[in-house]
């Protein structure tokens, strides 16, 4: 398929058979807006933009697109940063307006629409005490990490978002709309636990929710020369045995300007502490009392709902981003050290983290399931730059990458792919392991022509 010669919209005003939502194109008052996606280094001006309604409009704009031979991307919340939601002089299906919660609250099942976000999740099961893993922010779209995965902060107790899938609807590259589940399309459905947009446009999804009477967040911060010693006892906590309620991540960054913060602290350098834990205030205290011991110069611990911990550090559109990691086997004093050195170099530190989460727990129990191997790592290394002056651009993606290649020595080789941009085919290989060859089996059946390819792809067998 990258060989194809995409073709440019032969009808400027055709419009799919069938279609029942809004076609945007350029020069159309609502275009501009609609085509940004949340990384501003992705600039690009689709043909047509098919803001779609329900299933019936994505199987006529992909049947629209294959006529038409025009490039397609499918944007749910369009948080990718290898902005594969957006594409030039191509098709957008776009599904924000398909946001749709069901929430069975009895059979703790809820069925969410193909553009719907982790906040309109999340709040529908607010009132019910119900949750499942999702992002760590509340904007990021269901649909897009879950098929990717899903990593969030429930996942060292309830596993990754994907462990939650009992069904997706999904229109294939024909227009056809199918069903994947344990007992219809199977080898689909066991693909779709990792192997995110390879097969389809997903219009809706189901998943579990489970009980989650209570949460709590701690955000704690040192000076950053503490950073070596305070990694340290994070990572001897988890080894150590910490419950799975516990999780989060230790980085670096600049302190926020908070009031827990002292004056002389915020905005500047600093190594923080970002955890939560599925129970009370006073438990995650007594998980993480090693940490504490450290006599963080800002701290605060409170009992919030997950709804709120999941939007408390929204990342605001509109800034640069370019993200890369790796996972780790292991996570010796000297990577420590090194890690540690590289922080230096981080672009914009108010924006930009340099963290490393724990797995482990549920995250590893699946590992045998699914098509995700890096799921075994108990360590995984973060850079996550963001920044808003373009000049930052050469100096942000070589920090970036260069946190990453510091840490190869210490790492499994596999990789979680919604946590990176675009690092090429043998990347996506590493990510899938012994299963890539299955994966690219399903693909064969399902998009044996590489429509989606917009994607961190997998090439049909």
């Not at 651009?393 to 080789?413: E, M, Q, T």
Request: charged letters at 20%.
């Amino acid at each position: 398929m990258s060989d194809t010669v995409w073709r440019p919209l032969r009808a400027h005003g055709a419009r799919p058979e069938g279609f029942g939502g809004v076609m945007l194109r350029p020069g159309d008052p609502a275009y501009e807006g609609a085509r940004v996606v949340f990384n501003a280094m992705i600039d690009r001006r689709p043909a047509v933009i098919a803001q779609c309604e329900s299933a019936a409009d994505v199987a006529a704009a992909v049947q629209f697109g294959v006529a038409e031979g025009l490039e397609i991307a499918v944007r749910g919340a369009g948080h990718s940063v290898a902005g594969t939601g957006v594409s030039d002089g191509g098709l957008v299906i776009d599904l924000r307006k398909m946001r749709s919660v069901q929430l069975d609250p009895d059979a703790r099942i809820v069925r969410v629409g193909g553009g719907a976000t982790w906040g309109d999740l999340d709040v529908a099961c607010w009132p019910y005490a119900l949750a499942t893993t999702g992002g760590r922010v509340s904007t990021t779209g269901v649909a897009g990490l879950t098929l990717g995965g899903g990593s969030g902060w429930l996942e060292r107790k309830f596993g990754l978002a994907c462990d939650s899938l009992v069904s997706v609807e999904l229109v294939t590259a024909t227009g056809e709309l199918v069903i994947a589940d344990d007992t219809r399309n199977r080898e689909l459905f066991w693909a779709l636990h990792g192997g995110g947009g390879n097969f389809g446009v997903a219009t809706a999804l189901t998943l579990r929710v489970r009980p989650l009477p209570g949460t709590a967040l701690g955000r704690l911060f040192w000076p950053a020369d503490a950073g070596p010693a305070v990694m340290r006892a994070y990572r001897d906590l988890f080894e150590g045995g910490a419950p799975e309620e516990l999780g989060g991540s230790v980085f670096y960054s600049a302190a926020p300007i908070r009031d827990y913060v002292p004056p002389g602290l915020q905005g500047q350098p600093a190594v923080g502490v970002t955890a939560t834990y599925t129970g009370s205030e006073a438990q995650l205290r007594s998980a993480l009392a090693p940490v504490i011991d450290l006599a963080p110069e800002g701290m605060m611990l409170a009992e919030l709902s997950y709804a709120e911990i999941q939007s408390a550090l929204d990342d605001p559109p509109g800034l640069r981003n370019y993200w890369s990691a790796e996972h780790l086997d292991f996570w010796p004093d000297e990577a420590v050290d090194v890690f540690s050195a590289r922080a230096t170099e981080m672009p914009s530190p108010a924006t930009s983290q340099q963290l490393v989460c724990p797995w482990g727990g549920a995250v590893a129990r699946y590992a045998d399931r699914w098509p995700l191997p890096h799921r075994r790592a108990p360590w995984v290394v973060q850079s996550y730059g963001v920044w808003a002056d373009p000049a930052e651009d050469a100096r942000g993606i070589a920090w970036a990458r260069n946190v990453c290649a510091d840490l190869k020595p210490y790492s499994s080789g596999s990789v979680y792919l919604n946590f990176i941009g675009d690092e090429g085919p043998d990347r996506v290989k590493a990510a899938f392991g012994d299963h890539y060859d299955r994966l690219a089996r399903v693909k064969a059946e399902f998009d044996p022509d590489n429509l989606f390819h917009l994607n961190q792809n997998i090439k049909p067998a």
